[in-house]
């Protein structure tokens, strides 16, 4: 009997040091978080025992020094379990035996064959409707770059983000309309979105004068809101940016001069990026900004509205934060908590 309790304690004690006795090392340009997601080490949980396995080997600010092999924590059933609720659902495949189980069922098949699926988790945004607006598209690609002998397209990228938004504000209840619209190309999980000029203004051509761009789908956005009985209508309007190589930006937001809704979205927004990154890399700071700008759609739209900048297309720390799927599904998802925190805010004003 003795002998065995020690054969199990052998086992037990084994394989907890073999659990943790996995090691890596940092690729260029990569921090705390990326490289414990490149390794399948994610949550608070994981961040801190990482942390404690390597004490010593850290530079400053948790910081990861070049060409050092560091521990990685136990990647068990039970770790997994302490994964934080933001980082399980930033995976993009969704399971579709719990959507049939969790609520009710619906079908849009703007979001392609793989997301099409959908169900209503909560009532949180009952009684709102949005208008979700990707940059650019048709004619007009946006801003481009190139990385890895791949072109990358703004209107791809913005387009899959949006989407995303879409599928996340109407899993809350929300009705939602894609002004900007692909018959063809869905959610996609790919890391290079290939580039087509199907994208219409809701089946109606995008024409190729900016002017007229701009006008169409802000044309399009006011007559759908005369039609909806909703108080609480939003305006979404989601671009990426273009700088210098070198310039590295968080998500930054624009709202209407003058407009006090606008400002407080947002803020509210804003304020939930920064939470978010406070959690998944508290010792990288977030430095995205709110400010008024003039831009026509802003200006000419009924709807309160929110024009979102969400990276420097040309650089290539901002390219991970749309070049990974799982990264384009947590703005989404970041995005629709904010919305959910303003609606709140609004209906307590409204009491």
């Not at 579709?96 to 189980?101: G, I, N, R, T, V």
């Not at 761009?213 to 989601?238: G, P, T």
């Not at 290539?316 to 989404?332: G, S």
Request: net charge positive; hydrophobic share 30%.
């Amino acid at each position: 009997m003795k002998q065995l309790l020690y054969f199990f304690l052998f086992i037990i004690f084994s394989t907890g040091t073999f659990a943790q006795s996995k090691k890596d090392t940092p690729r260029e340009g990569e921090g705390v978080y990326a490289f414990l997601k490149r390794n399948k080490c994610t949550g608070t949980e994981q961040y801190k025992r990482f942390l404690e396995l390597n004490r010593g080997k850290l530079g400053k600010n948790n910081t990861l020094k070049k060409g050092v092999t560091y521990v990685l924590p136990d990647v068990s059933s039970k770790s997994k379990g302490n994964r934080s609720k933001d980082e399980s659902e930033a995976k993009s495949k969704p399971d579709k035996e719990s959507l049939q189980a969790m609520g009710v069922k619906r079908k849009d098949k703007l979001f392609g064959k793989k997301y099409e699926d959908y169900i209503i988790k909560s009532n949180k945004l009952k009684g709102t409707t949005f208008f979700l607006s990707s940059g650019h598209g048709g004619p007009d690609p946006g801003a481009m770059a190139k990385v890895d002998g791949c072109m990358l397209h703004e209107d791809e990228y913005a387009y899959d983000i949006t989407l995303r938004l879409a599928r996340c504000l109407m899993e809350e209840g929300a009705t939602v309309h894609m002004i900007i619209q692909d018959a063809k190309d869905g959610i996609r999980d790919n890391r290079y979105l290939a580039n087509s000029n199907r994208e219409t203004c809701m089946g109606q051509a995008i024409p190729i004068n900016q002017v007229k761009r701009l006008k169409q789908r802000s044309e399009k956005i006011n007559s759908l809101s005369k039609q909806s009985k909703d108080k609480y209508q939003r305006a979404v309007f989601i671009h990426l940016d273009s700088r210098s190589k070198k310039q590295q930006l968080d998500v930054f937001f624009y709202h209407a001069k003058n407009s006090a809704e606008g400002k407080r979205l947002a803020k509210t927004i804003r304020d939930t990026f920064d939470d978010h990154y406070n959690t998944h890399q508290p010792n990288r700071g977030f430095t995205g900004t709110v400010s008024t700008r003039n831009l026509y759609v802003l200006d000419n739209t009924a709807p309160i509205g929110l024009f979102a900048e969400l990276g420097n297309i040309q650089n290539k720390f901002d390219q991970r934060r749309f070049l990974d799927p799982d990264n384009r599904q947590a703005l989404a998802n970041w995005m629709c908590r904010g919305y959910i925190k303003d609606y709140e805010s609004w209906k307590a004003g409204k009491k």
